[in-house]
């Protein structure tokens, strides 16, 4: 049983461009998080999906951020026109339930702007 | 809001000293508490939860216990090894509600010399 695969593990992206992160979640489960973690800080939340649907994008940033959860296929969190800011870990989790559920983090994809 | 805070890092031991990483959070409600470990290059493991008051999760031989009193989820070890070596996230959910959405400290490095 996999567990929760992203990809890519490393992106190289110029300022200006577009950075697209993957992430398969654990088998049957259909809830999947996304996370932020700069240099030197804690993971922070940005989004929450089940299939189809954002539940909570309450860190998400107002502007180029973007995901989503279609009911085949990855989740996809997408940046535009990435900034050097922009360069971080970023983490997908999932879960087999919503509530009272434990979640299975992915190795994470490291975004570097240059 | 709900808010996380570690013990500032690194922290550097001798192998089989004995181990203390300090968590307090701010929480309204009944938080459930969890730690996460994350080993270099990877994503963050479960290392043990607690969800209730008194409650005393345990895993590895690492320990921590929900103390509603002083809201502190401190995590211990009475002889660390050097496989330890890695970073550690204190996090809590609301209980019952999005078990993925997880508030993380900032994370404390444990670096253990042989």
């Known amino acids: 049983n996999a567990g929760v695969m992203q990809n890519p593990r490393h992106l190289v992206r110029r300022r200006g461009q577009e950075a697209r992160l993957r992430c398969s979640p654990m088998?049957?489960?259909?809830?999947v998080y996304w996370y932020r973690q700069l240099p030197e800080e804690g993971l922070k939340f940005m989004v929450y999906?089940?299939?189809?649907?954002?539940?909570?994008e309450s860190g998400m940033p107002k502007e180029r951020f973007s995901a989503e959860f279609p009911k085949e296929g990855p989740s996809i969190l997408r940046i535009q026109q990435v900034v050097r800011g922009d360069s971080a870990a970023y983490f997908c989790?999932?879960?087999?339930?919503?509530?009272?559920?434990?979640?299975?983090f992915g190795q994470g994809t490291r975004l570097t702007v240059v | 809001g709900n808010s996380v805070t570690q013990m500032e890092g690194p922290v550097t031991l001798s192998e089989e000293a004995f181990l203390t990483i300090n968590c307090t959070y701010t929480?309204?409600?009944?938080?459930?508490l969890f730690w996460y470990v994350q080993y270099p290059g990877e994503g963050l493991q479960l290392l043990l939860k607690?969800?209730?008051?008194?409650d005393k999760g345990s895993n590895k031989g690492f320990e921590a216990t929900y103390r509603k009193e002083t809201t502190s989820f401190h995590l211990e070890k009475g002889s660390v090894q050097v496989s330890d070596s890695a970073v550690y996230f204190c996090?809590?959910?609301?209980?019952?509600?999005?078990?993925?959405?997880?508030?993380f400290g900032q994370g404390t490095e444990l670096s253990v010399k042989p």
């Open positions: 989790a999932s879960s087999l339930r919503g509530q009272n559920t434990e979640a299975f």
């Open positions: 088998k049957g489960h259909s809830h």
């Open positions: 999906l089940q299939k189809e649907n954002i539940i909570d």
């Open positions: 929480a309204t409600g009944y938080p459930s």
């Open positions: 607690a969800t209730k008051a008194d």
């Open positions: 996090a809590l959910s609301d209980r019952g509600n999005q078990g993925g959405k997880l508030i």
